[in-house]
C-alpha cells in the first residue's frame, strides 16, 4: 500500500512545466480540488487539463465540490463536513493504490487550503509532500520530524 500524497499548486506555470513536475515525481493521478476549476491559463481549465493530462497517460480526477475552498463559514470549518470527509476517502482510497497528486490554483501551500486537506491525510498515516517546483518540496516542520521543511 503507497502512503505518500503529494500536493501542487499550479500558480503561473506553464502546462509543460506542470506535467514535467508531475512526470518527474512518477505521479499517476491528479485530483483538482479547485471548487471553481477554471484559470486565466486556458491549458489549467477543467476541459483542457482532463485531455492533456489524459494524452500522458495520467489520471484526472475532479473534487472542488468536496475538496474546494472558498466555503461560507472558511475551510477549517468545512473540514468538519461530511463532504469533506467524502472526498479525503475518495483520495485516500486512490492513494492506497497509486501516487497521487492533489491540485489546485495556489503555489503556496501554506497560503492555501490543501494544507487542511494534507493535515487530514497526515492524520490518517499518510505522508503528505507538497511540491514547490522541479527541485524543492515543503513538509511543515510539526508534520514531520524525519523530513526538513525545505528540500
Not at 467524502?86 to 497521487?100: F, L, T, W
Amino acid at each position: 500500500m503507497l502512503k505518500l500524497i503529494y500536493t501542487l499548486g499550479t500558480g503561473t506555470r506553464g502546462i509543460d512545466n506542470f506535467l514535467k513536475i508531475i512526470k518527474n515525481f512518477h505521479i499517476e493521478t491528479v485530483v483538482d480540488v479547485r471548487r471553481f476549476p477554471t484559470s486565466k491559463i486556458e491549458d489549467f481549465k477543467k476541459e483542457r487539463l482532463l485531455l492533456r493530462c489524459l494524452k500522458e497517460g495520467i489520471e484526472y480526477i475532479h473534487l472542488g465540490d468536496e475538496l474546494g475552498g472558498y466555503r461560507k463559514g472558511g475551510y477549517e470549518k468545512w473540514t468538519k463536513s461530511d463532504a469533506f470527509k467524502s472526498g479525503i476517502d475518495k483520495v485516500a482510497k486512490i492513494a492506497n493504490n497509486k501516487i497521487v497528486c492533489i491540485i489546485c490554483a495556489e503555489t503556496l501551500p501554506w497560503k492555501c487550503h490543501r494544507r487542511f486537506i494534507g493535515k487530514k491525510l497526515l492524520t490518517m498515516g499518510y505522508r503528505v509532500i507538497h511540491i514547490i517546483d522541479e527541485k524543492h518540496t515543503w513538509v511543515p516542520k510539526n508534520e514531520s520530524s524525519k523530513q526538513m521543511a525545505f528540500k
